[in-house]
């Protein structure tokens, strides 16, 4: 998956919501900027988890493209002069892709209070885009596309990094999460809803992968 492009939705969307609830950012600006450092590393985490996503996502659906250019799969198939080895690379690069974001993430929130419960929170997220993508399946998709929505895109699309940037200004772990799903869950299939669309009416020079594809 190329590195250029994308929207870099949940990395900006964690830190405003970082600047718009962090008591300290008005009366203690060094305080402010070492935590809002710390929110931008887990910031970037979620943008590797979200590549990590990109190249399995792609390899179950076959799709050519991502952001303009050949998703990785087909990009390492090219390179190694077979499709089924590119496959298998593929998947161990979305999983060295998805444990390095770990290892941000934990490395961030050690700078964070209740470091423990930001790691919680991540790992919560994985597991959730990982039950998401195994009920994304044509036949449940038709039934139940909202639940699917809610698991595979919202999880760590909005309610996650809403969620950290709660925790990470000081916020009751039980209020942040109550709170972060509350505004993320309807956020978060807004978006998906919006992304299908484009699926349908949009054109690859638009969106830099294949119509139709989901």
């Known amino acids: 998956v190329s590195s250029e492009g994308g929207k870099r939705l949940r990395a900006l969307l964690a830190l405003h919501a970082f600047d718009a ?3 300290q950012g008005h009366d203690d600006d060094d305080a402010h900027a070492r935590g809002r450092d710390a929110v931008l ?3 970037c985490a979620i943008e590797v ?13 076959d799709s050519d493209l991502r952001r303009g250019k050949p998703a ?7 390179t190694s002069h077979s499709s089924s080895l590119g496959r298998g690379l593929g998947i ?5 892709l998805a444990t390095a974001s770990v290892d941000i ?7 964070m209070p209740r470091p423990d419960m930001i790691v919680s929170t991540f790992l919560r997220m994985h597991r959730e885009v990982e039950i998401g993508q195994v009920l994304d399946e044509p036949e449940r998709l038709a039934r139940e596309s ?4 809610r698991w595979k895109t919202a999880s760590y699309t909005t309610i996650a990094p809403l969620e950290f940037a709660l925790l990470a200004s000081g916020r009751d772990p039980r209020r942040a999460h109550a709170d972060a799903m509350a505004i993320g869950l309807p956020l978060g299939q807004a978006f998906q809803l919006a992304d299908d669309l484009l699926d349908v009416i949009g054109s690859s020079r638009s969106t830099g992968k294949p119509v139709g594809g989901d």
């Not at 990785?72 to 090219?78: I, N, Q």
């Open 41 to 43: 590393a887990l910031a």
């Open 72 to 78: 990785a799969h087909k990009a390492l198939g090219t």
């Open 21 to 23: 609830t962090d008591p």
């Open 49 to 61: 988890f979200q590549t990590a996503a990109l190249v399995h996502d792609d390899i179950i659906d």
């Open 92 to 96: 161990m690069l979305g999983d060295l």
């Open 105 to 111: 993430a934990h490395a961030a929130a050690q700078r």
């Open 146 to 149: 909202m639940n699917v929505f």
